[in-house]
């Protein structure tokens, strides 16, 4: 395996020579389902109940949009959920309904950028490029759209647990079933991307059974899975996390945003499971320090008093509601295969002045990983090869960033020989 720090290394297979594999061995290849990861899945919006004269309420784009360019608070105000902490369950704003769009197909994964109102594939925009130079590296190997290769996006503003209560589960497991039946009864092989990593460990560990695994999955690639969440989501929490997207000088030159962004970001992600969700877990970073104040310092085993001290304490019931999630991190029991971006300075703790938890952090230390996901967190999954009895591999890439892990061409290469079974 190319590139890998744990196993030994095998010649690279040229694209002409899975292009030859693929003609005399079509029936063979295993179906690909992408599962993205947060903050990458199109959201569309429309009234609920409608509201217009003739019943007709268009989806329309919330996320991203061109109204993330120009109204990004309103945008985020209607992405804001409302938690009931009694039943420690989430809605949307009353009279909106929001979903994620393009399920079953890749053009809504393939690129970011939502349209104005949703549109069928074909009349996707093709702007903020994710999986497509990954779909269409496979595409060109004999792969289809919508039939071989296919994605299951979701409402990355939910936890696990609430998709599952939503019905996404549902729709994934049914999903894998088809493409298995359509693809003359190949298993079906799981490419999943930064949190969704952790969403299909918990759809593999908590909604079907060994003996489904063992019928209908080929394998799992997890690509910069993050296992132990993203240390980034700690600044989320407090004085807020802008996209990346968003940050560059470039589309702020096209863009109004506000000066307070980052609070306008704050206040939306603080109501998403999936922002506590991906905050550092205990088990994986112990008494490291994550933040530092003038009066005191906070590691992963203090979210209760962060949390206190920044005037947010709901922030600790809904981080509690979901800090259960995949604990201990059991072994996905299919062949897996991880992947992960090394060498990229990545943010791991955070120093704050006297402006905490209102203003940016005076100091980001950063350490090991792909820019987004740190190292430690990469890793968790090195554990599973002692503790399943499937095959575990493990890659490590050098100075591939986070998004990169979906389009490098070395990883392309690995993901080949997974699917190629080769």
């Given at each position: 395996?190319?590139?890998?720090?744990?196993?030994?290394?095998?010649?690279?297979?040229?694209?002409?020579?899975?292009?030859?594999?693929?003609?005399?061995?079509?029936?063979?290849?295993?179906?690909?389902?992408?599962?993205?990861?947060?903050?990458?899945?199109?959201?569309?919006?429309?009234?609920?109940?409608?509201?217009?004269?003739?019943?007709?309420?268009?989806?329309?784009?919330?996320?991203?949009?061109?109204?993330?360019?120009?109204?990004?608070?309103?945008?985020?105000?209607?992405?804001?959920?409302?938690?009931?902490?009694?039943?420690?369950?989430?809605?949307?704003?009353?009279?909106?309904?929001?979903?994620?769009?393009?399920?079953?197909?890749?053009?809504?994964?393939?690129?970011?950028?939502?349209?104005?109102?949703?549109?069928?594939?074909?009349?996707?925009?093709?702007?903020?490029?994710?999986?497509?130079?990954?779909?269409?590296?496979?595409?060109?190997?004999?792969?289809?759209?919508?039939?071989?290769?296919?994605?299951?996006?979701?409402?990355w503003r939910l936890s696990p647990v609430h998709l599952q209560a939503n019905g996404y589960y549902s729709n994934v497991k049914a999903l894998i079933q088809q493409m298995y039946k359509d693809g003359g009864n190949k298993k079906v092989t799981l490419v999943a991307h930064s949190m969704g990593g952790p969403v299909t460990l918990y759809f593999l560990n908590n909604v079907v059974t060994q003996a489904w695994k063992d019928t209908y999955i080929n394998a799992f690639v997890a690509l910069s899975g993050a296992w132990s969440g993203g240390n980034a989501a700690v600044k989320a929490e407090i004085s807020g996390e802008v996209l990346d997207a968003l940050s560059s000088a470039t589309v702020r030159d096209i863009c109004d945003f506000p000066d307070d962004i980052a609070l306008i970001f704050r206040s939306a992600s603080r109501t998403?499971?999936?922002?506590?969700?991906?905050?550092?877990?205990?088990?994986?970073?112990?008494?490291?320090?994550?933040?530092?104040?003038?009066?005191?310092?906070?590691?992963?085993?203090?979210y209760q008093a962060l949390f206190s001290d920044m005037g947010y304490p709901r922030g600790f019931d809904i981080y509690s509601g979901v800090s259960a999630i995949n604990a201990g991190f059991p072994p996905p029991k299919v062949p897996t295969y991880c992947f992960y971006g090394t060498?990229?300075?990545?943010?791991?703790?955070?120093?704050?002045?006297?402006?905490?938890?209102?203003?940016?952090?005076?100091?980001?230390?950063?350490?090991?990983g792909d820019g987004v996901v740190n190292l430690r967190s990469a890793e968790v999954c090195l554990k599973w090869k002692t503790r399943q009895q499937q095959p575990f591999r493990s890659s490590a890439f050098p100075g591939v960033d986070h998004v990169k892990m979906v389009m490098d061409s070395d990883v392309l290469r690995a993901v080949d020989r997974v699917v190629l079974n080769v």
């Open positions: 395996w190319a590139h890998s720090n744990h196993e030994m290394e095998l010649p690279l297979i040229t694209t002409c020579v899975l292009a030859a594999l693929l003609s005399t061995t079509a029936g063979a290849i295993s179906p690909i389902l992408i599962v993205p990861g947060i903050e990458a899945s199109q959201l569309y919006k429309k009234d609920s109940p409608c509201k217009n004269l003739f019943a007709i309420c268009p989806w329309k784009g919330a996320w991203l949009g061109a109204e993330t360019c120009f109204d990004i608070s309103s945008v985020l105000k209607d992405l804001t959920l409302v938690y009931d902490s009694a039943t420690r369950s989430f809605h949307n704003q009353s009279g909106l309904a929001i979903k994620a769009s393009g399920f079953g197909d890749t053009c809504k994964v393939e690129y970011l950028v939502a349209n104005p109102i949703e549109t069928s594939c074909p009349l996707q925009l093709p702007v903020g490029e994710y999986f497509h130079t990954f779909v269409e590296h496979f595409t060109a190997l004999g792969y289809k759209r919508g039939k071989t290769i296919r994605s299951a996006p979701y409402d998403f499971p999936s922002t506590a969700v991906l905050l550092p877990k205990p088990s994986v970073w112990g008494n490291k320090v994550l933040v530092t104040t003038p009066k005191r310092t906070y590691t992963a085993n203090d060498k990229v300075d990545t943010p791991e703790s955070f120093v704050y002045g006297c402006g905490f938890p209102d203003s940016s952090p005076t100091q980001v230390i950063k350490g090991d």
